[in-house]
């Protein structure tokens, strides 16, 4: 089993704001890459971070930057096995990150227009609804989203000006058969105080694509 972290980093003050994306990946890392300095991008734990369950959950404690490491770009397909866990976290390195407030989104999706192998169409994500409070929910889990009702009672940062969530476990397609899915990853923050933005909303995107591996059956990646 293998832990993988998308992370992404937004900000207010830059000009990505204005095209809703998140903080590009470097076109040349820095000295240290690590998760408070790379965006878009996947890291690698190399022990089981606090949170990294079976089933989803929101974090409660901002993530150790040096239990991730092996950073790569979100350009390319991210090939996983049934069993690895996925967990997402977003942070912003503004000055008033302590007024913003956070909603997240998401969205899986096939990933590929070419016909897939047997059975692996057939299942739309590769998550399910399993909780700490439903263990054994079995039901894909297509849709993302942690919104509290109203953005005044969304979600806050934490410490480290970062929100971060557990997807939950990889499962396989049905056959034990290869996959391919995009998971549409959007975050709408609230300014909660202090001009010129309070009170407005901001939205950013981003969709990473990725490769469930099979058992026994075409494990190629999809062109």
């Not at 890459?33 to 929101?58: D, E, H, K, M, R």
């Not at 490491?69 to 942070?91: I, K």
Request: hydrophobic share 40%; glycine share 8%.
């Amino acid at each position: 089993m293998a832990i993988y972290l998308y992370n992404l980093m937004f900000s207010l003050t830059g000009s990505n704001v204005n095209v809703g994306t998140f903080e590009p990946y470097p076109s040349s890392l820095p000295p240290t890459p690590n998760i408070s300095n790379v965006s878009s991008s996947w890291f690698t734990a190399s022990s089981t971070p606090p949170g990294a369950q079976a089933y989803f959950q929101i974090l409660n404690q901002p993530m150790t930057a040096s239990q991730w490491g092996n950073v790569q770009s979100d350009a390319n397909d991210l090939t996983l096995n049934p069993g690895d866990v996925l967990m997402v976290r977003v942070f912003s390195l503004d000055a008033n990150v302590s007024n913003y407030q956070l909603r997240f989104t998401g969205v899986f999706g096939r990933g590929t227009s070419q016909a897939l192998v047997p059975g692996a169409g057939n299942l739309q994500s590769p998550l399910v609804m399993s909780s700490a409070a439903s263990p054994n929910n079995t039901f894909p889990r297509a849709v993302i989203d942690t919104d509290q009702s109203l953005a005044t009672s969304w979600p806050a940062p934490l410490s480290d000006g970062s929100w971060s969530i557990c997807l939950g476990q990889v499962v396989a397609a049905p056959g034990a058969a290869a996959n391919d899915y995009t998971l549409n990853v959007g975050a709408t923050v609230y300014v909660k105080s202090n001009p010129p933005s309070a009170g407005n909303l901001f939205t950013f995107g981003r969709d990473p694509r990725m490769h469930v591996t099979g058992t026994g059956i075409n494990t190629d990646v999809a062109a």
